[in-house]
């Protein structure tokens, strides 16, 4: 049986542009900046986080380290302040499936938030001769 | 001529023309002659030797009167040779086929009269598998090749292809058997048989004909090509009767094989280009959008010279090899944002322009937004408006326009040029000039970016997709290469394009066009073939989803000595519709934990190094380790390098 793809590329094809520069593109205006007194994120288990992450479908769209790059941005390592985190989570402005506190805790949101900080940092640009232009 | 019809009067006429021979049935109700027996008296107990004692058969067969025996005659040729003249004259290299019964004819004057070359006959294990072979050609040759299929079943293996053909404006010629003479079907004929052969694909094919004679089978053949390769391309069937094929026919028979000329295809109305150019020229910050743009090698040229008159910006939409990916003024993976700041936006063979100009959300409720600014000019210039279907709804929304050339891109790019040239002044001049330094500017940093981003979770198990085309390229970087499938949907985010040089027209071949699945390993090999003739590298961007619908092409590859190194992006899963399985989880609020369901392929995991070795592919993996990626291509390459395909499976993240 053949499936077709057409509205799947739709979905990719606005995802797209959003990556890198969410921040920059009116188009997908983020969650409002955070109050400096919600900035921190509440304790988070990172273990939980990664099965979190992999149980609810981060992985889908962001790819397995947060690095993202086909289907959504880069959320790991250094995500965005844990409000602003939160926020988008719940209420997403483009494309992303929202989380809402039914499916997905708060303290869940934290791990998750947890695990994507402590991603490694990526080897310099200019070590990896396979990167060269 | 009119045909030969198998009525009471022609059987007699006929039969003036043939001659006494042996075919295998007859055979077994016919004493042999010595003549029938030579080579194989011992082996065949059909035929024992007069010495022997007589078999039961061949007592019963003398007490039978003697059959009609027949074989063509020496002053007589078949139909379906004439027909290989004739598709001969078209220049047709490779015929793809799965074999069937209802063109026998055909094959069989294929491979003796035509000496099975020009076209040669390709095995094919799935008529989809033809169809996106002839598919991958086209788009490395500009040729179509011939497919031959059942008009039936055949036709009905092969419509989604031709379907994903249809949608990416790709011609594939398709010549289908059938007997439609309901008086002489035999057993499977029937199955086989069919009043309307064209009928089930003529909504995504752009003609079709079922000719009732050879001189009328000529004329439809060579319109058919013509139609085909006429812009805008698609394909087109050819129905071809069992008897019209198999009948003989008189040698002395005045049957003519027409001239193709191939018609120009249209240039943009003067008035309109010249419009367009006062535009380009007043514009603060024009983009060119082009998507099915480059219909020859010379389009990319023609573009390239296009934008750097204007020192304007390109978006490469990348269903054709547009324009080359590190030009610096390409501004494809900064594409929403050149939208939007861009004043005029011109369409070159653009088939979702409204896609470009607007945005549509996925959410519970779908939304529209116009991301272009108001006021933006926007032009098209695509054959798209000459020609238009109506059930299936590949044609996109509607996008309004200030000005609509229903020309083909391509033919209009040089007048265009020569337009735009001839109204810059030296004001303007430095005006370019300054964008051009900011787009290069921005495209640097986009191509910078995309460098960082890759290197993220480059130490990742399962190996990162970033990596994976980082590995493929180092290895390749240094051929003649080509990259002949990709499962890439989206431009800005598809990694080759993001890291690799493309330069040549070859090296980018575009999409499935439909978005049918199944289309990357066929029409990869089909690439790979028409890139052999060059001594070019084939490269394919392999996942599993696609290979697992007809891998048998794999055997084609193999069979036909085509080089092709098949890296696989093996995310062990249809993972587009997990995405969109999620969406819905959320949407609705329940089991977001549970959107993989019905989706993966794991459980047993495939093993896609031994599918291909079973196939008699070279193969390696599956690879986990990135580290261990770069040696696997290297070793593939070298197979790769004596003429023969190979498989390197990498299990990769989901994106």
Known sequence: MTRTMVGAAIVVMLAAPAVGRVQKDPAYQTAPAAKPADARAPAGRA??????????????????????????????????????????????????????????????????????EARPRPPAVDTIPQLAP | MARTKNTPETRVERRRFLQQGALAGAALVVAPSPADTVGRVQEDPAYQTPQAPPAPMTMAAEAAPPADVQVLGDGERSGSDFMVDVFKSLGFEYFCANPGSSFRGLHESVINHGGNRAPELITCCHEESSVAMAHGYFKVEGKPLGVLAHGTVGLQHASMALYNAWCDRVPVYMILGNHSDAAIRRGAEWYH??????AMVRDYTKWDDTPWSLTHFAESAVRAYKIALTPPMAPVVMVLDGGLQEHPISKSEPLAVPRLTLPVPPQGEQGAVEELARMLVAAESPVLVADRMARTPNGMTLLVELAETLQAGVIDQGSRMNFPSRHPLNQTQRGRAAVTDADVIVGLEVADFWGVVNALRDQLHRSARRVARPGAKIVSITTGDLYIRSNYQDFRRMQDVDLAMAADAEATLPVLIEAVKRLVTSDRRRAFEERGARLAQASRTAAAASRTAASYAWE???????????????????????????????????WPRRLWDFTRPYQWLGHAGGGGIGYGAPASVGAALANRRHG??????????????????????????????????????????????????????????????GS???DPNIDFAKLAQSMG?????????????????RRALQVVKKGEPALVDVVTQAR
């Not at chain 1, 889908?60 to 380290?65: F, R």
């Not at chain 1, 302040?81 to 805790?105: C, E, H, K, S, W």
């Not at chain 2, 696609?546 to 036909?560: E, I, K, Q, R, S």
């Not at chain 2, 380790?625 to 291509?633: T, V, W």
Request: proline content about 7%; glycine content about 8%; some cysteine.
């Open chain 2, 617 to 633: 592919v070279y193969a390696e993996g599956p690879i986990t380790n990135p580290n261990d990626l770069g040696p696997a291509i």
């Open chain 2, 460 to 494: 990742a198990s399962p190996v990162s997709t970033a990596r994976l085309s980082a590995e493929i390229w180092a290895q390749i970087k240094t051929e003649d290469w080509s990259l002949v499938s990709s499962y890439y949907s989206s431009d800005q985010t598809n």
């Open chain 2, 193 to 198: 048989g069919v009043q309307d052969a064209a």
């Open chain 1, 47 to 116: 273990g939980n986080g990664a099965t979190l992450y992999k149980k609810v479908g981060c992985y889908q769209c962001h790819a397995n380290e947060g690095q993202g790059g086909l289907a959504g941005p880069r959320i790991g390592p250094s995500p965005v302040p844990y409000a602003r985190f939160l926020q988008y989570i719940r209420n997403p402005t483009g494309d992303m499936p929202p989380y809402t506190a039914r499916v997905l805790t708060n303290q869940d949101v934290a791990d998750i938030y947890a695990f994507l």
């Open chain 2, 600 to 602: 993966q392929l794991i």
């Open chain 2, 536 to 597: 070019r590298l084939s490269v394919a961007i392999q996942t599993d989803g696609d290979l697992m619908y007809a891998p048998g092409v794999l055997w084609t590859a193999a069979h036909h000595r085509i080089p092709l190194l098949s890296v696989m992006n093996n995310n062990r899963a249809y993972h587009q519709e997990i995405m969109h399985v999620q969406k819905m989880c959320n949407a609705r609020n329940r089991g977001v934990d549970r959107g993989e369901l």
